[in-house]
């Protein structure tokens, strides 16, 4: 998919009152299918994972902290300690259902690497992460000159965990690198709700504080077509 083409539509999804979840794991879990097999990269404190294990997802984690897979098996959760740099290449080839990095990718020291085992040992890809190109962004960077910081990335630039940011834009282009197809997609605005336009991608990349995205493989397609030739 080019970045000069429109955009997919944006899904109508907000955050419902009362709801204790992030904006961006309640998007997530709701492009999973229930009773989906799903590894969670990168799964934090589990939080995600207890929001899918409410809609009847059987759902594992893997997390780099050991204190995050304290409090995840403290919860009764079904995770193990590893790094997504290094150990997803040793899971097999479609292995989940899904697979999700949220809010993982920019912390990853080879994203293109982690994104293509993503597609590989899960037949879909669900990623959300920060966009660098938000107009606050730009604005502290071109007026303030310095490293920008949000309420979404609020660590300063020298103990950030986040070494490879990237915006909607650029993760768009990557996807058409490594030839991954985007089902779904979904800017989220600073108070965490979906931009309701079909606007093309500049204005996502410009109007969006994070994206949400399901991905899954497009080479069987592109073979497919091939042989049909």
Same mark, same amino acid.
């Given at each position: 998919m080019s970045v000069e083409q429109p955009a997919l539509p944006l899904d109508e999804v907000a955050p419902?009152?009362?709801d204790r979840y992030r904006s961006d794991h309640l998007l997530l879990a709701e492009m999973i299918k229930p009773g *989906?097999?799903?590894? &969670?990269?990168?799964?934090? &404190?589990? =939080?995600?994972?207890?929001?899918?294990?409410?809609?009847? #997802?059987?759902?594992?984690g893997i997390e780099l *902290?050991?204190?995050?897979?304290?409090?995840?098996?403290?919860?009764?959760?079904?995770v193990v300690q590893g790094d997504? &740099?290094?150990?997803?290449?040793?899971?097999?080839d479609d292995a989940f259902d899904y697979?999700?990095? *949220?809010?993982?990718?920019?912390a990853t020291r080879q994203p293109k690497t982690v994104?293509?085992?993503?597609?590989? #040992?899960?037949?879909?890809?669900?990623? *959300?992460?920060?966009?660098?190109?938000?107009?606050?962004?730009?604005?502290?960077?071109?007026?303030?000159?310095?490293?920008?910081r949000t309420d979404n990335l609020p660590a300063t630039w020298y103990d950030t965990p986040? #070494?490879?940011?990237?915006? %909607?834009?650029?993760?768009?282009?990557?996807? =058409?690198? %490594?030839?991954?197809k985007i089902e779904r997609a979904v800017a989220l605005n600073l108070y965490g709700?979906?931009?309701?336009?079909?606007?093309p991608w500049w204005f996502w990349n410009m109007f969006g504080e994070q994206g949400v995205f399901l991905l899954s493989r497009a080479e069987k397609i592109a073979q497919a077509s091939t042989k049909d030739e």
């Open positions: 419902r009152a009362g *989906s097999k799903v590894l &969670d990269v990168g799964c934090g &404190d589990g =939080d995600l994972l207890q929001l899918l294990e409410t809609r009847g #997802i059987d759902g594992r *902290s050991r204190e995050g897979v304290n409090r995840c098996v403290a919860k009764g959760l079904a997504a &740099d290094t150990d997803l290449i040793n899971y097999p697979v999700i990095l *949220s809010q993982t990718l920019q994104l293509e085992n993503l597609l590989r #040992i899960g037949r879909h890809g669900v990623v *959300s992460f920060p966009n660098f190109g938000y107009w606050k962004m730009r604005v502290q960077l071109l007026i303030g000159g310095h490293m920008p986040n #070494i490879h940011f990237c915006t %909607i834009k650029d993760f768009v282009q990557l996807c =058409d690198e %490594i030839n991954v709700r979906p931009l309701r336009f079909n606007a």
